[in-house]
Nanobody, 127 residues
Framework: QVQLVESGGGLVQPGNSLRLSCAVS????????MAWFRQAPGKEREFVGG????????SYANSVKGRFTISRDSAGNMAFLQMNNLKPEDTAVYYC????????????????????WGRGTQVTVSS
């Protein structure tokens, strides 16, 4: 059983940076496709970015491309979402998701492709 736990959320001013972490147990991220999604109040959950276990496949939403980057540690137990130049519209609960399948880049944005989800961490961007 794969378990995911997010951390690192908080209140940050516009233009600043924040790094979210996702700890995995049960498997390592080397064997998982993982992704970040987010959900703002009153809105549907949306895809932020995804990464294959090897790192050879990545995908990012247009709204975060060039500002957000997904990575993992060398041991494969932690995944990160580095968020730079944050904007108020980035305010949301951020969720880590993972699956044992190799998901093509074009399908990483489909939340139904992921079997494992964390409980989320709140990010608020406000001055």
């Amino acid at each position: 059983q794969v378990q995911l736990v997010e951390s690192g959320g908080g209140l940050v001013q516009p233009g600043n940076s924040l790094r979210l972490s996702c700890a995995v147990s049960g498997r390592t991220f080397r064997s998982l496709t993982m992704a970040w999604f987010r959900q703002a109040p009153g809105k549907e959950r949306e895809f932020v970015g995804g990464r294959s276990g090897s790192g050879s496949l990545t995908s990012y939403a247009n709204s975060v491309k060039g500002r957000f980057t997904i990575s993992r540690d060398s041991a494969g137990n932690m995944a990160f979402l580095q968020m730079n130049n944050l904007k108020p519209e980035d305010t949301a609960v951020y969720y880590c998701a993972a699956d044992t399948a190799v998901i093509p880049s074009a399908e990483m944005s489909i939340d139904g492709r992921y079997h494992y989800w964390g409980r989320g961490t709140q990010v608020t961007v406000s001055s």
